[in-house]
């Protein structure tokens, strides 16, 4: 059993507000966007991290992390990036990944806008976490928590916050 934190957009900002919601957690996949290095950086000291580069992130941050990131948890194939779309309006290089990969779960981020819905034609679980940083035009800060149980993901819960 792994719990897992799913966050995006932090442009910069990771705070207690964030670590207090993410103190569980035994992971952070992150779906883009960080602000740069050093906030890539001190959440990874704060748990394991698995993130992908967004387009606001620099040639420091795309030389640690990639585009697109392909893996499995426990029993459950992933696929995380930050621009992706939604189920009916991949971007095509997600799309290309989701078909290659045949994940249970599709993170993307870069909307700012949180979104957990179900993809049945391609059977998987479509997450957007929103926005967890105080920079871009979101009124509440979002994250996602959920839990990897062998192949069954569950306990799937949401963190708000205002954003000051």
């Keep these: 059993m792994t719990q897992i934190g799913i966050i995006s957009d932090t442009h910069g900002c ?3 507000s964030l670590m207090r919601f993410l103190e ?3 992971a952070i996949w992150h779906a883009g966007d960080f602000g740069n290095l050093a906030t890539a950086d001190q959440i990874a000291a704060f748990r394991p991290l698995i993130g992908v580069y967004g387009n ?12 697109v990131a392909s893996f499995t ?4 194939r992933v696929v995380l990036t930050h621009i992706g779309g939604y189920p009916g309006r991949y971007e095509a290089e997600a799309l290309r990944e989701i078909e290659r990969f045949r994940p249970r779960i599709f993170i993307s981020g870069h909307s700012h806008i949180l ?6 034609r391609r059977n998987l679980l479509h997450i957007n976490p929103g926005a967890a940083g105080v920079n871009g035009f979101h009124a509440v800060r979002t994250a996602v928590r959920l839990v990897i149980d ?8 949401v963190g708000e916050w205002p954003r000051r």
Excluded: Q, T
């Design 14 to 16: 990771f705070d207690e």
């Design 150 to 157: 062998g192949d069954h993901i569950r306990d799937l819960e």
């Design 73 to 76: 948890c426990e029993g459950v």
């Design 115 to 120: 979104k957990v819905m179900p993809d049945r």
């Design 56 to 67: 606001i992130d620099d040639a420091r941050v795309r030389l640690v992390y990639p585009r």
């Design 24 to 26: 569980p957690v035994d």
